[in-house]
């Protein structure tokens, strides 16, 4: 057995270590990091909707209402009114017929891929997706083939070898480690030619794209097409948990399923208060959506303007390539003493040689205090050598 303080050691080594920082007050665009005022530039609180003051008042007054917690899974001690409701909520939201709420993002995509893909099947999952679809994958006990990101070639030629086995096709819509899009509509074809289902992980599409940020399907025209539609809660819609927006016929079966919903407990009436009124809020403000694009945009050239790479980027999600571990750790703390809070992100989170400062954009930000960490961001790069010349902007 392998002692603890050397595999520490070892993470240590490799500048794999990961250690948690403290954050004094709530997620918004500013916050006081170990004791300092710093840019906050990588949560996921992509509409500031986590410390809304209406979400913020949902969530207390629910707590008094219906209670801190649960109680236990819902087929246990009851089915909590809010819950229904944001079921409800969320299918109409989405243009399904039916949403299952679940704990959290990760309990949702393993729970829903083991319950549909088994053994003897072939679940089809490209090689960036989240860690908690290739959880999902491994717990199924189905085979799965990994293709190559976005390439739809190899996923025909995986589905054509798989032939009758064939049994899920699963995607992030967006990214999250890249922020880049799926190809959606091409997914969706092959899905339908190989009568295999398709599942797209909305985690950073829901409030982010399409109209009213009904997310990545919603954009790409497919509203209704894509059998299993996961979101979370606790990204853009600022509290916690997540939900799969389907027929209901398959809800009716992740509800008997779904380990993770069976067996856990469900998520706590505040939480599901404090999504209710995100909900709310996303639909009667669309603009929050539309400046959320407007900073990505912002961002993203900004940074290309400091000769960084930001690779295949379309959305909030704006990565800076490093390559080397140790390397990004230390641009990391270089831009985090000049008061910019973005985290360097190491395998085995992404693929070996590919480590990155992952930036994330609110709405809530300034566009100039976006500029401004930019140009702090390539000045750190330009010391350690690990970025061009800036690119003069055309006049
Ligand atoms: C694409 C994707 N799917 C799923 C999850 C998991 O969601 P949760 O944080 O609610 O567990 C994440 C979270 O980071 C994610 O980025």
């Keep these: 057995m392998t002692d603890v303080a050397e595999r520490l050691e070892e993470l240590r080594d490799r500048g794999l270590h990961r250690r948690l920082r403290l954050v004094s007050g709530p997620q918004g665009p500013r916050v006081t990091l170990d004791g300092r005022p710093v840019l906050l530039l990588c949560s996921n609180n992509y509409l500031g909707l986590a410390d809304h003051p209406r979400v913020r008042g949902a969530a ?50 393993t729970g829903a891929i083991a319950a549909l893909a088994g053994d003897g099947e072939v679940v089809f999952s490209d090689e960036l997706n989240h860690a908690s679809i290739i959880d999902g994958c491994r717990l199924s006990r189905a085979e799965t083939f990994v293709y190559r990101h976005g390439d739809i070639e190899h996923l025909a030629w995986g589905l054509r070898e798989a032939g009758e086995r064939a049994s899920l096709i699963v995607t992030d819509g967006v990214f ?28 950073h599409a829901t409030g982010a794209l399409g109209p009213g940020g009904r997310g990545s399907v919603a954009a790409a025209g497919l509203t209704g097409e894509v059998d299993l539609v996961m979101g979370t809660l606790g990204k853009a819609l600022g509290s916690y948990g997540a939900y799969v927006c389907a027929s209901r016929e398959l809800t009716e079966y992740l509800v008997n399923a779904a380990r993770p919903f069976v067996f856990s407990t469900a998520p706590p009436p505040p939480v599901v208060a404090a999504s209710l009124t995100a909900l709310d809020l996303l639909e009667s403000h669309p603009h929050l959506v539309e400046g959320l694009a407007a900073n990505a945009a912002t961002l993203r050239a900004a940074l290309a303007a400091e000769g960084l790479t930001v690779g295949g980027s379309a959305t909030q999600i704006v990565p800076v390539a490093v390559g080397d571990a140790s390397q990004t750790m230390e641009l990391c703390e270089r831009v985090l003493e000049r008061g910019v809070f973005a985290q360097g992100i190491r395998p085995p989170t992404v693929p070996e040689g590919s480590s990155r400062l992952r930036f ?25 050598g690990i970025a061009a010349a800036p690119v003069p902007i055309a006049a």
């Excluded at 994330?360 to 390539?378: C, D, I, Q, S, Y």
């Design 60 to 109: 207390a007054e629910a707590a008094m209402r219906w209670g801190a917690g649960a109680g236990a899974s819902r087929l246990i001690s009851g089915n909590m009114q809010p819950h229904r409701r944001l079921e409800e909520r969320l299918a109409e939201f989405k243009g399904h017929e039916a949403a299952l709420l679940f704990g959290s993002g990760y309990l949702a995509n």
């Design 360 to 384: 994330t954009v609110m709405a809530t930000h300034r566009a100039g205090e976006l500029e401004r960490a930019a140009k702090l961001v390539g000045a750190a790069a330009r010391e350690m």
């Design 176 to 203: 999250s480690m890249d922020g880049d899009i799926a190809p959606l509509p091409e997914l969706a074809e092959l899905a339908k030619r190989h009568e295999c289902r398709l599942m797209v992980d909305e985690a």
